[in-house]
């Protein structure tokens, strides 16, 4: 009995210094963003769309598009309404707009938002919405923007988008500056499956994929949960999987060769920057034509966790230690294309939605393979 009640005093010490921790960031980061790492912004791209003809007359802009999922817009007539006015101030001529399904999350609405003639297509939505969108227009023209209004909105958060109020979203997504930046693409390979001839499907990722413990905490989150308190939920599902089996693998780096590990998650990440201002990837940047790999690991329970924790929030502010013991590792990777052999399967993840459990994993970056629309 005493082991236990020790167990669960430091269960309960470790929980409540995350949780503080959690609040006291998260109140930083609704008073101000100064004190965050600097992030460097995308580059900005030429638009090589014509808006004049040969001869000089004015070419007419298309209408934006608006690709909403009702079921995470909390209010579609409001950013309906915002759509329409802003777009008619800006002299811009009344906006499309498509609902997503739960049979098709955005993909069939954006190729049909392109066959209209759309200037720009606006995912308004969580992670999926925006993936989905950004599935249609990879390796196009035409830009996307974001309404977000999911849990996560990790693309948002690095692209310095505010992540609440329609009217300034809108006005960016009508009128910002467009940016370019890669696309990750992952195809997980199942231990029991034959593909045949079409081969398996590539599943696009703006942010962060992974195998191992994040796509179990993925796996694990409550909808209902998430609905209410919004991605704290995730950390209530990763405490369910703090003592999971750690996984071995090979990984391989392009041409490299190939390294065994032992882990709790492996990453691959576009960007670094997780909500209330934690930077796991420090040296991720939306447009370097690079994906960045992070190996993860703890030892000790639950003293390699707080070890963890400790890690990132000292690497966020610039300072990344090494000691002879410690009890959490991060090893950091880069490539233009990885390739994972797993011991077994691992559920995988893209940007927060589970593919399955792959034995085998391949990941390549698609460089400068999206516009999008961010604040000027």
């Known amino acids: ?31 101000t963003t100064a004190t965050l790492p600097p992030m460097r912004a995308p580059r900005p791209v030429p638009v090589p769309r014509a808006t004049t003809d040969d001869d000089g007359t004015p070419r007419p802009v298309g209408p934006a598009a608006f690709v909403i999922n009702p079921i995470k817009v909390s209010d579609v ?18 906006p499309l ?7 098709d999350p955005g993909v069939g609405q954006a190729k049909d938002a392109l066959a209209a003639g759309a200037s720009v297509v606006v995912a308004a939505g969580g992670d999926g919405t925006v993936r989905s969108v950004a ?15 999911g849990t996560g909105n990790l693309l948002a958060r690095n692209l310095d988008l505010p992540v609440d109020g329609h009217s300034p979203l809108v006005r960016t997504a009508l009128s910002g500056r467009e940016v370019e930046m890669d696309l990750g693409w992952l195809t997980a390979i199942p231990a029991e499956g034959d593909a045949g001839d079409q081969g398996y499907p590539e599943h696009i990722f703006l942010v962060m994929a992974g195998a191992g413990f994040d796509a179990q905490m993925v796996a694990g989150a409550d909808d209902a949960l998430k609905r209410r308190i ?38 691959f990440a576009n960007c670094g920057r997780l909500p209330a201002g934690i930077v796991l990837l420090p040296d991720a940047d939306l447009d370097d034509g690079y994906l960045d790999v992070a190996a993860i690991d703890t030892r000790g329970g639950l003293i390699g966790w707080a070890s963890l924790l400790w890690r990132v929030l000292l690497q966020g ?14 090893e950091f990777f880069r490539g233009r294309s990885i390739s994972v052999q797993l011991d077994k399967p691992e559920p995988v993840q893209v940007d927060g939605d589970l593919v399955g459990e792959a034995v085998e994993v391949h990941v390549r970056v698609q460089a400068g393979g999206l516009r999008v629309r961010v604040r000027r």
């Open 1 to 31: 009995m005493v082991h236990a009640a020790l167990v669960l005093g430091i269960i309960a010490v470790v929980l409540a210094s995350v949780a503080l921790w959690i609040a006291a960031v998260t109140y930083r980061e609704h008073r």
């Open 77 to 94: 007539e409001a950013l309906e309404t915002a759509a329409r006015t802003i777009s008619r101030e800006l002299g811009l001529p009344d």
């Open 97 to 103: 707009i498509f609902h997503t399904t739960v049979a």
């Open 135 to 149: 599935t249609a227009l990879a390796g196009g023209e035409v830009p996307m923007a974001l309404i977000p209004s």
């Open 230 to 267: 919004g991605w704290v939920a995730y950390f209530f599902a990763g405490v369910r999987h703090l003592h999971a089996r750690r996984t071995r693998l090979a990984l391989q780096v392009g041409n490299g060769a190939w390294q065994a590990l032992r882990v709790r998650t492996l990453l």
């Open 317 to 330: 502010i610039g300072v990344r230690h090494t000691v002879l013991y410690n009890p959490s590792s991060i």
